[in-house]
């Protein structure tokens, strides 16, 4: 089928902020007495909040602590972290490559609405005309839940979800994004083992968006989604 969009996660697949995203929940959870280690942590990165917190909270102490807790990593985030993410190479080019080749873009992603802001003029597309973006406000439930991603789809009238592709870093991309039946490219400068993108439903894996770009005719986006 052909394609006329392409949704595109932001934390991982255009910019470099895995591991600080997971260092800022470390050093959240850890003012509250819960010492969890960075490699767990960063498993679980790619999903909001929401998901993120039981893993490693009761939910008694979810219910008392829970929206502090998510405040206080926001802050930290911003305060420690957020200054020294950078973009991947090639990110800003290929939404570029893309709105060229007539498809229309969105970033589909779970960020704070002041972090997206930040995250757009870091990649350097504050003033690229993207065709609709979504935030953490837009979605009830973060990935792997479909939320954010049928958020998006419902700004860009008159796309199917088989017409629609996301570019992810993670598992939880591909899982949320199958659960409304879009197919997704997977990248692997998110940190994310390459057989857990595969077995959690990704058409294709690239390295990271300047590898994406270079192959782009041979892509599922160049090629017009294909393999079914």
Do not use: N
């Not at 060229?100 to 970033?107: D, E």
């Amino acid at each position: 089928m052909l394609i006329k969009a392409v949704l595109f996660d932001v934390d991982g697949t255009l910019v470099d902020s895995v591991d600080l995203h997971a260092q800022a929940w470390v050093d959240a959870f850890k003012e509250i007495g819960h010492d969890i280690s960075f490699d767990d942590m960063r498993e679980q990165i790619g999903k909001g909040g929401d998901q993120l917190m039981p893993v490693f909270l009761s939910p008694a102490e979810l219910k008392e602590k829970g929206e502090a807790l998510e405040k206080r990593r926001g802050e930290i985030f911003r305060e420690s972290y957020l200054p020294r993410v950078r973009a991947f190479p090639g990110a800003a080019e290929l939404l570029r490559r893309a709105d060229k080749a007539g498809l229309r873009t969105a970033l589909a992603s779970s960020a704070k609405d002041e972090e997206l802001a930040a995250l757009k003029r870091i990649v350097g597309i504050e003033d690229d005309r993207v065709d609709a973006e979504t935030s953490s406000s837009d979605a009830e439930r973060s990935k792997p839940f479909p939320d954010i991603f049928e958020a998006a789809l419902a700004r860009l009238p008159g796309v199917s979800p088989g017409e629609t592709i996301v570019v992810g870093d993670t598992p939880y991309d591909a899982e949320a994004a199958g659960k409304v039946g879009i197919r997704t490219i997977g990248v692997l400068c998110g940190g994310f083992p390459e057989q857990a993108l595969r077995d959690a439903g990704c058409i294709a894996i690239y390295r990271d968006p300047a590898h994406l770009l270079e192959e782009y005719e041979t892509s599922p986006l160049g090629a017009g989604g294909m393999p079914d």
